[in-house]
């Protein structure tokens, strides 16, 4: 692995983590929204998310999916989804 390769692969490997942890903060955000209303945000701007994790910034919100019809959310980006409530076994 040439040295662009390298500093490419840790790069990428930075963004996956500072995105996996603004996709926590998203949950966390929409779950104490749903426990306090009944209901899931509309959407991530509803959400007001202002604090992103080390190597994180507010254009990685554009790369992440949001969908919510109140009972439902579900939040995805690339492979990694999150589906609240979980399906029922």
Do not use: C
Request: glycine residues 6%; proline residues 4%.
């Amino acid at each position: 692995m040439t040295g662009w390769q390298t500093w490419t692969t840790a790069a990428e490997s930075a963004k996956k983590s500072a995105v996996l942890a603004l996709l926590d903060e998203i949950e966390r955000t929409a779950t104490a929204h749903y426990d306090e209303s009944g209901t899931y945000p509309a959407t991530i701007d509803e959400m007001a998310i202002s604090v992103f994790p080390d190597g994180g910034n507010p254009a990685m919100l554009d790369e992440i999916h949001y969908a919510s019809d109140g009972d439902k959310m579900t939040l995805e980006w690339r492979e990694f989804r999150v589906i609240r409530p979980e399906a029922e076994q």
